[in-house]
């Protein structure tokens, strides 16, 4: 049996083991990988050669990608991810404690709940496990992202199995498919903390629309992370600004770093916004 077309059976990463009890001799194994056809990462592990590097790693202990990895792998987007790879493993999984090469940069999460399937966990699966390694502000972002693309749906969330009954509660609440960035979530969820009525993606006409009506009265826009190097949106979001205040609304922009960083700072700027507004 050819071993290359084994392990890409196997989805691109195979133990050497699994190929020597379907019938792949060992010397196949070894003329593959002098030739360069098959790779050798890990101790026993077999892969590809442009397999994804996660695949030895979740292959080697039997684990699923998880967690903020997983939820990169979907495309989401991330407040904060700690390093290395997240895996995957039942809880009662043993033969995972020694120091190896293998564990460099591997966290394994060990869950009574773990189920067999692709090397990547699903969309929702991932943010549920992010409840383990992220602040429950970095768990909403990556969650608004994906109900934004249809990756999710609200009802999911309070099917999650990891995140803590508080959390869930408060992420179904706070979840919103609106938002449009990072630091677009971290700006609504401050202001709503904050008692201010928030109205996101506020229409204003002609198709166009304002992060954030807030109050009724004060529109709020806030700038991506690579905003000073897109000249192009530069320009547009001016020239809808002018269109605010040409039709008697008040805008107020903030940065990226004012959305991230300094929410508080952010909050108290629009309330003091609102207050002028209102004392005019």
């Known amino acids: 049996m ?6 890409m059976r196997l989805g691109g990463a195979a133990r050497r083991g699994t190929l020597l009890a379907q019938g792949v001799s060992r010397r196949a194994i070894d003329a593959a990988v002098r030739d360069g056809a098959l790779s050798r990462p890990l101790t026993g592990v077999l892969t590809l050669p442009h397999t994804y590097a996660y695949a030895a790693h979740a292959c080697y202990f039997d684990a699923r990608v998880t967690c903020v990895s997983a939820a990169r792998e979907h495309g989401l987007r991330l407040l904060d991810a700690p390093e290395g790879l997240h895996l ?5 999984r ?9 564990r460099e940069g591997v966290l394994l999460h060990r869950t009574r ?12 699966r991932a943010l549920d496990m992010m409840s383990h390694c992220v602040s429950p502000l970095a768990q909403l972002v990556a969650i608004d992202h994906a109900l934004a693309l249809g990756a999710l749906r609200r009802s999911q969330i309070a099917d999650f199995t990891v995140t803590p009954l508080a959390r869930r509660r408060w992420l179904e609440c706070a979840a919103d498919p609106g938002a449009g960035s990072v630091p677009e979530t971290c700006a609504r969820v401050a202001m709503r903390a904050a008692g201010l009525h928030v109205v996101v993606q506020a229409p ?3 198709g166009k629309r304002a992060d954030f009506l807030v109050e009724g009265i004060l529109y709020v826009e806030i700038d991506g992370k690579s905003y000073h190097s897109d000249p192009g949106q530069f320009t547009q ?8 205040v040409a039709e008697r609304g008040s805008v107020i922009r903030f940065a990226y770093a004012d959305a991230v960083y300094h ?3 952010l909050v108290a700027d629009v309330v003091a916004c609102l207050e002028a507004i209102r004392a005019r």
Request: aromatic content about 0%.
């Open 2 to 7: 050819d071993p290359v077309r084994a392990v």
């Open 88 to 92: 995957e493993i039942a809880a009662g």
């Open 94 to 102: 043993g033969g995972t404690a020694s120091d190896s090469k293998a």
């Open 113 to 124: 709940t773990h189920t067999p399937g692709n090397r990547v966990v699903s969309v929702g």
């Open 204 to 206: 204003l006409g002609n």
């Open 237 to 244: 979001d001016r020239r809808r600004d002018r269109g605010i």
């Open 263 to 265: 929410p508080d700072r």
